[in-house]
Nanobody, 120 residues
Framework: HVQLVESGGGSVQAGGSLRLSCAAS???????MGWFRQAPGKEREGVAA?????STFYADSVKGRFTISKDNANLYLQLNSLKPEDTAMYYC??????????????????WGQGTQVTVS
């Protein structure tokens, strides 16, 4: 059973940085993993993903500012040059079926409980 636990959220001023972590257990390296976010009143959106082969994908809104990485037990998201519009609950997700399912099939993902990022 896959378990995901996020940490590292907080409140920062615009232009600041945060590093989110997702402690993962019960999965193997074949999983595609990613970060999503949901702001109040908005739909959840994909932020970044890393495939089993290490290839990465970013939403246009965060390219050049956010960096996704992983090691054997954790997934990370480095958030730089934060903007107020980055304010949201950030969720870690995993899917063994690959990137397309991770990005487009929320029901088939494993999800963490989320960590709040607030940029003022």
């Amino acid at each position: 059973h896959v378990q995901l636990v996020e940490s590292g959220g907080g409140s920062v001023q615009a232009g600041g940085s945060l590093r989110l972590s997702c402690a993962a257990s019960g999965y193997d390296l074949s999983y595609c993993m990613g970060w999503f976010r949901q702001a109040p009143g908005k739909e959840r959106e994909g932020v970044a993903a890393v495939a089993s082969d290490g290839s990465t994908f970013y939403a246009d809104s965060v390219k050049g500012r956010f960096t996704i990485s992983k090691d054997n037990a954790n997934l990370y998201l480095q958030l730089n040059s934060l903007k107020p519009e980055d304010t949201a609950m950030y969720y870690c997700a995993a899917n063994r079926r690959g990137f397309w399912y991770l990005w487009n099939s929320a029901m088939s993902n494993y999800w963490g409980q989320g960590t709040q990022v607030t940029v003022s």
